[in-house]
């Protein structure tokens, strides 16, 4: 049986990984059905030029000129994966201050937690918490002066015409301030850190219109919108001009310190300091003026390169990308609902790529602003990273397995401290792998296995012994915690997970939780696939593990419907547990068929969620995961109904996000969702509804 189940999960995600070149789609056509046009001040629909490392949002002038206008909206933010900063303290402070035990596999078993406020261990769980926190290196805004000497306001800015080009990675933006147009190009280099600008206006040559720079200030809050600026902030700069053509701006945050280059195409006159960073003014009598402005940690020199340049090696590095991999074409699709789907898989598709590269998988809300101080969370590594690879692009996803490989150090000590075999991979972390203190992510499991998906589908696209040589350690070190979890109940005769578990519906009790389905399944099936890569070295199946996989607990169910954990049989009777992820979709959803799993009761499951769940409270990657679902029990009608389903956390904005709250108005997680969806649709046999003419190509 174990065979066959590795082969189907092979062939519903794997398939999409091969690369063909592009033949009967014409790629650039459907993304430019999707291009994204702004006529007035929306706050929710900023827009971003990246390139997955490095990225910046800015309002209808092209730029940051309004942060804190577009605060509640999408933030202006400019941010990187390598900015981070520290508050300095006195104290020193431990993750071991944070613990708390929970009775589980017959011991005492620490876990790191929150704790009440005025304790020192609430302190210390604050602290770790909010420190390293991502920051906003800088926002870079028009200064536009007025007839009468005033400085423009928003309201001053009239006749938008905004434009992305989401094939191109370029935004145009045209308005006018009094009557006077202006016309700004922004495109980002796809090789550093690195924007270049051009703009065309009048306002130019009158002297009225010119760049700040200024610093935010970071916050010690769940959020950071770029609009804190603190009274010293001018201490922490320090400006040369090399020539009346190069600007170099040096900031020392504490102990981050990083560097901001202007290189300007016209001269510009000594930077005006400010209180929150600096005023640049070119001296010209013409009217078009290009810049690029470039961010990095280290002081280095800049190699000369006009815009034109920059924004030819963009264009082409982003056609290069697009046009490998997988594409879908819904274009011959007469039903509305297909339009929709395919706006946004284009702005997905180009979101995730902007946001989501690097050598970390990326914060949920991506290089846009921060949530949770700007921290991943590994258990969303998987809506982050796994749509890569199905679409043909793995080597995105390889990048961020380098997290796992230079993180697991860390996560060896969290088994260790635990008693525990192997590695249990941290919840919500940072570039350096360290752990944070959670009430919930402490207990979450899912996370634990993702690395041998991960590696699976690397593997699946690239079948060689140099790949599974150098994920070795990770899969067999995480398949090794995965073991010794499960506690063999001497009551129960099997071994279960748990308690000392949220599931990833974070709706149950740690101390009591066991056994919930979908980290059941996936347990069984990340064991079971952790053999296969022994046996594809020549090694022998590990017995441990066979033993667990022999008496691991059967999926939970009662009156015909799937459990979300055992020890919850009152799943369905509670409106309460009918809220937050229906997780247990993802035991034939995420996952494919395992041993054990009926598709019969999976079916009745999903017709009791899709009628009854509670889905004003959930969240942006439960729909693409109930389209997965319905995809593998064959009613793509119910999966597109589930992409589309119209809840308010299922909102994709004009620029393509996913809003959920008014806390959190971007969700990338369920952008990657989208793409995961899709592609599985695609792969699938009859994935479409009946009539759609949908064409695919690798």
């Not at 990095?296 to 490998?324: C, I, M």
């Not at 101080?373 to 809506?383: D, L, N, T, V």
């Not at 961020?400 to 075999?421: C, D, K, N, P, T």
Request: contains cysteine; charged residues 20%; hydrophobic residues 35%.
């Amino acid at each position: 049986m174990r065979q066959p189940l590795l082969l189907v999960f092979a062939i519903t995600l794997f398939t999409a990984c091969k690369t063909e070149p592009p033949t009967s789609i014409n790629r650039q056509a459907v993304f430019n059905r999707h291009n994204v046009h702004i006529t007035e001040v929306d706050t929710l629909a900023s827009l971003s030029v990246g390139n997955g490392r490095f990225a910046m949002t800015m309002d209808v002038t092209g730029l940051q000129t309004f942060p804190e206008h577009y605060q509640k909206g999408i933030p202006l933010g400019t941010m990187s994966e390598w900015g981070w900063h520290s508050f300095p303290t006195d104290e020193t402070y431990s993750i071991e201050e944070t613990m708390a035990p929970i009775m589980s596999h017959g011991r005492e078993i620490p876990y790191a937690r929150q704790w009440p406020a005025g304790t020192r261990q609430a302190a210390a769980a604050n602290y770790i918490r909010q420190n390293p926190h991502r920051i906003h290196l800088a926002t870079v805004g028009w200064h536009i002066t007025k007839a009468d000497g005033t400085q423009a306001a928003i309201s001053d800015i009239q006749n938008i015409d905004q434009t992305l080009d989401p094939w191109k990675g370029e935004i145009t933006s045209r308005f006018s301030v009094e009557g006077e147009p202006v016309e700004v190009v922004s495109v980002m280099s796809q090789t550093e850190d690195r924007l270049g600008v051009r703009v065309k206006s009048g306002l130019l040559k009158e002297g009225r219109l010119g760049l700040t720079i200024n610093y935010p200030y970071p916050t010690d809050q769940f959020q950071d919108e770029a609009v804190l600026f603190d009274a010293d902030e001018p201490g922490r700069l320090q400006v040369s001009q090399v020539d009346q053509t190069q600007v170099t701006i040096r900031r020392q945050l504490d102990t981050t310190r990083y560097f901001t280059r202007l290189q300007s195409s016209l001269p510009v006159a000594t930077p005006e300091a400010t209180d929150k960073g600096f005023l640049l003014q070119p001296a010209t009598d013409k009217d078009m003026w290009t810049f690029d402005i470039t961010f990095s940690p280290e002081e280095k020199t800049v190699t000369g390169k006009d815009f034109e340049t920059l924004r030819t090696e963009a264009h082409q590095a982003l056609t290069d990308y697009w046009n490998t991999g997988m594409m879908i074409d819904f274009g011959a699709t007469k039903d509305p609902r297909a339009l929709e789907i395919e706006r946004r898989m284009v702005l997905s598709l180009y979101l995730t790529k902007i946001n989501c590269g690097g050598k970390t998988p990326p914060q949920e809300t991506g290089l846009t602003y921060n949530s949770w101080y700007g921290k991943p969370h590994m258990e969303m590594a998987w809506w982050h990273g796994v749509h890569f690879a199905m679409w043909g692009r793995p080597q995105v996803l390889e990048d961020h397995m380098e997290w796992y490989l230079r993180s697991i150090g860390v996560a060896r000590q969290i088994a260790e401290r635990q008693g525990f075999e192997g590695v249990r991979w941290q919840k919500m972390t940072d570039p350096w792998g360290q752990e944070t203190a959670s009430s919930v992510g402490s207990y979450l499991l899912w996370q634990q296995p993702h690395i041998i998906a991960f590696a699976e589908l690397i593997y699946n696209g690239k079948p060689t012994k140099e790949v599974l040589e150098k994920y070795d350690e990770v899969v067999q070190e995480t398949a090794a915690f995965m073991a010794d979890f499960a506690w063999y109940d001497p009551e129960l005769k099997r071994y279960i997970l748990g308690p000392g578990v949220i599931a990833a519906q974070e709706r149950f009790d740690p101390k009591t939780t066991f056994n919930p389905t979908y980290e059941l399944a996936y347990w069984r099936w990340a064991l079971e696939t952790a053999q296969q890569w022994r046996e594809r070295q020549g090694q022998p199946r590990n017995e441990k593990w066979d033993k667990v996989l022999d008496d691991l607990s059967p999926l939970p169910q009662k009156d015909g419907l799937y459990l979300a954990a055992e020890s919850a049989p009152e799943s369905y009777d509670s409106t309460y547990y009918m809220t937050d992820h229906p997780s247990v979709l993802g035991a034939y959803g995420m996952l494919p068929m395992t041993d054990g799993l009926d598709t019969a009761v999976m079916h009745s499951t999903f017709d009791k969620i899709w009628t009854d769940w509670q889905w004003h409270d959930t969240w942006g990657w439960d729909f693409p995961m109930v389209a997965m679902t319905a995809t593998r029990l064959g009613d793509p009608e119910k999966a597109v109904d589930g992409l589309l389903m119209p809840i308010t956390t299922n909102i994709y904005l004009p620029n393509g996000h996913n809003y959920q709250t008014d806390r959190l108005r971007l969700y990338l997680p369920g952008n990657g969702g989208v793409l995961a969806a899709l592609a599985m649709m695609a792969k699938q046999e009859n994935g479409w509804p009946e009539g759609w003419v949908v064409k695919t190509e690798n």
